[in-house]
């Protein structure tokens, strides 16, 4: 008998199995459709033995130092800050938008200062931020909106950015100083092994048996266990009772090109040209030398595996009712992404899984105290 089957081998599932058979001596299943564990996180040598991501640049930063620390147990770093290169008029200019970038596209020597006045001659006022079009006009006005946001939005998600929350555009701030790293948290690095390794090492406790090809739906009425935690996406558990939670998807590309260098940066982001939004080069993000380089384009997709809840009013309230019927289920506990239907990165699927380890392990005290 299995104290918990855990469905799902990405950050939300595996830190609550690593937890749970280190921390409670639980007997833990872990089991993952996929053929491999580190769900969207995964990471392998492809044929010519570059390192690359499978399912798209996985950047790891956060400011949440016991999140930084748990991960620590399990990997070395490498120090890594991410830089990002925008193609529009003709140019690759930083993003998020910085002095340089307003310099450099409009061929200016714009002090920091002179950038924010600027920014408010031309940003559009707003009584109430509340779309992701809202965001970005009232800062830094329609016309670089236009090159920047709109229309790798309306790539990215098949929808005006007016139709989005405003979370959505905010995640890319906008600087007056020269600053061109894509994140300013205090923890930023990459596993200097790769996500993969560290994966490995969180699940290789006795306690833990990991099934790989199998849907949970498989086995779960021939293995015995006691409760489930869960996290896939939460409108496949209740068979889409009340209708499909919209997650938007992406087709990869991966490619190797037979010289070192593909692009001048890691990430290269094309709001304006091309179906793809944009191209990343691995060799940066791992710091692997190799006389060849690999790379992904990214073209989003309406159908295909579930990668992005899309933040907007209506899931919203679709997601609160699915919430309502997870919440009546109680053995069954929802965990990560696309089973709490959020736009998290993965230190925030780490720090939710913790506090979800911390309300087990309470409630589990409890029981110990009351069965005395
Ligand atoms: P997942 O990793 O999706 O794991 C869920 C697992 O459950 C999957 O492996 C799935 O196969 C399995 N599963 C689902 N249903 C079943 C079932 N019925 N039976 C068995 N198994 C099932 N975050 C960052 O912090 N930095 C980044 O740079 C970054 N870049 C990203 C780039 C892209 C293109 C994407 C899509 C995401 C990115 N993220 C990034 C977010 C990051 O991927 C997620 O926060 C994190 O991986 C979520 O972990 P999870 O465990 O919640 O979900
Ligand atoms: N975005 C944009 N132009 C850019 C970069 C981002 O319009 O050059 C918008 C777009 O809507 C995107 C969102 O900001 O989906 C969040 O960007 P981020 O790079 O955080 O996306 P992720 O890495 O999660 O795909």
Known sequence: MFDYLIVGAGFAGSVLAERLASQLEKKVLIVDRRNHIAGNAYDHYDDNGILVHRYGPHIFHTNARDVFEYLSQFTEWRRYEHRVLASVDGQLVPIPINLDTINKLYGLKLTSFQVEEFFASVAEPRDQILTSEDVVVSKVGR?????????????QWDMDPSELDRSVTARVPT????????????????PLHGFTRMFERMLTNPNIRIMLNTDYREIMNVIPFKEMIYTGPVDEFFDYRYGKLPYRSLQFKHETHD????????????????????????????????????????????????????PRPENAELYKKYKALADA????????????????????????????????????????????
């Open 259 to 310: 010289k070192p260098v593909f692009q001048d940066a890691p990430v290269v982001n094309y709001p304006n040209e091309h179906l793809y939004t944009r191209i990343t080069e691995f060799k940066y993000l791992t710091g692997q030398e190799h006389n060849k380089t690999s790379i992904v384009y990214e073209y989003p997709r309406a159908e295909g595996d579930p990668y992005y809840p899309v």
């Open 175 to 190: 600087r007056i100083n020269r600053d061109d790293r894509y994140f300013t948290d205090t923890y930023q690095a990459m």
């Open 329 to 372: 289920t109680p053995d069954v506990h929802f965990v990560g992404r696309l089973a709490t239907y959020k736009y998290y990165n993965m230190d925030q699927v780490v720090a939710q899984a913790l506090t979800i380890f911390k309300q087990l392990s309470s409630k589990e005290s409890l029981e110990v105290v009351i069965n005395r």
């Open 143 to 155: 016309e670089l909106y236009e090159k920047f946001f709109r229309n790798y939005t309306r790539k």
